[in-house]
C-alpha cells in the first residue's frame, strides 16, 4: 500500500479539483473596461480581436537596397529612392533599386530587400547585389503576424507586460477585464504583534498578513486588510460578520483541529464548513466554507505552510474564479541532487535551488520558516510513497510560477 492510500488524507490534485470546481461556481463575472496602463496582471473578459493586418503594410526587415528581383540581371542598378521608417514611398521604377530602412514601407514593384552588408556600391553610386537573393527575403509581408479578426488574445488571458506590448501593437488602448476579486485578509493568533511594535513574552511578528497582502496584489486582487483577529469565538463572528462584501475571506492560522479553532466553530455556527486534512506537506490542514454566503479560506498558521497552500491551492483558486484560463503553475522535471529515503504519506514541497543542473534542498524545511523560502528557486516535488535516488527525476515549481 503506498502512501497515497492513507486514510483521511485528501490527495493535493483531489483538494484542487475541488476548489476550482468551487471558483467555477461562483465566476466573478462584472466586466470593466480599462487603459492599458491598468490593465497589467488582469484578467482578459472579451478576446482581442485584431482590426489590422500586422504589419499593416509590407516593410523592410533590414536596412539595405529593395529591389525587384527580376532587375537584377548582374548590371549594377541606380538608387532611385531613399525610404525612412514612417515615411511613404513612390512605387519603384523599373530597373532601380531604393535605399531602405528597417521598418520602412516596401516600394510597390520591389519584392525582395538585400542587407546592406551584402552589396557593393560603385562609384558610381550604383548598386551590385549578390548572386543568391530569394523571391521575398528580408521583407515583412503585410499580415505576416496577424490577420483582421484574429483572436489575438482569448478571454481568459492573464494580461501581463507582453500582452500589453502585443494589444498596443494592435492599436489597443482599453481591455475589457473581470473585475479584481476582494479579498480579506485576516491573521488569527493571540500571539500576534505587528512589525514596528515592542515584541512582548510569548509574541511573534505577523508574517503572513504581509506575506500575503504582497501575494494577493501581484495576483491582481483587491487586498482588505483585516488585521489580526485574537482568538476568540465573538471577535471572530464579528469579523467574519463585518467582511460581508468581499469575494474571499483569507484567513490563516487556527486551523488545527484544536481548542483555538475559532474559525472552524464560527463557520459551523452560521455557515458551512469543510475541513480537509490535506497530503501535503507543509500545510496539511485547510478549513473551505463559507459565513453567511462568503466563501472562506482557512490556511495553517506556520509560514512556510501558508506558502505552500496559498500557492498551489488558493491562487489558482482565485485567478479561476477571476477568470483565468492558466491558473495552475509549471514544473520542469529536473534530476535531484539529494537523497530522499524515507517515503511520506504526504506530498512534500521541499524549499530548493538548482545547482549544477539538480535541484539541492535548504537543509531547513520546518514549516515555520520563511529564510529556507526566501533562499529556495523553488519547490521541489516529492510525491507520496516515493524515494528518491540522487539523480532520479522530480518536479520542480519555480518560485516565480507561483508567485505571478
Ligand atoms: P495555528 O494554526 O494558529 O496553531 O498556528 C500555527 C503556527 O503558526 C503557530 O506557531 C503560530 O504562532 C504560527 N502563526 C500563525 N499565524 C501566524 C502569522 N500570521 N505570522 C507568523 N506566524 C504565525
Ligand atoms: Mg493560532
Known sequence: MSGCDQPGLLPVEAALERLLAMADAAPINQTESVTLEQADGRVLAEGLISSLDLPPWANSAMDGYALRLADWQGEPLPVSQRILAGTLPSALEPGTCARIFTGAPLPAGADVVEMQENVQLG???RVSFSQGMRFGQNVRAQGQETKVGDCVLPVGTRLGPIELGLAASLGADRLVVYRR???????????LIEPGQVLGPGQIYNSNRRLLCAWLQRLGCEVIDAGILADDLQ???DALAALDDVDLILSTGGVSVGEADFLGAALREEGELALWKLAIKPGKPLTFGAFRGVPVLGLPGNPASTLVTFGLLARPYLLRRMGASKVEPLGFP???GFVWSHAGHRR??????IENGRVVMHPNQSSGVLRSASWAEGLAEILE???????D???FIPMSEILG
Open 235 to 237: 471577535l471572530t463572528r
Open 123 to 125: 562609384d558610381d553610386q
Open 348 to 353: 512534500e514541497y521541499v524549499r530548493a535551488r
Open 385 to 391: 510513497g516515493k524515494t528518491l535516488a540522487e539523480g
Open 393 to 395: 527525476s522530480l518536479r
Open 334 to 336: 529536473m534530476p535531484a
Open 181 to 191: 476579486a476582494r479579498v480579506a485578509v485576516l491573521s488569527t493568533g493571540d500571539e
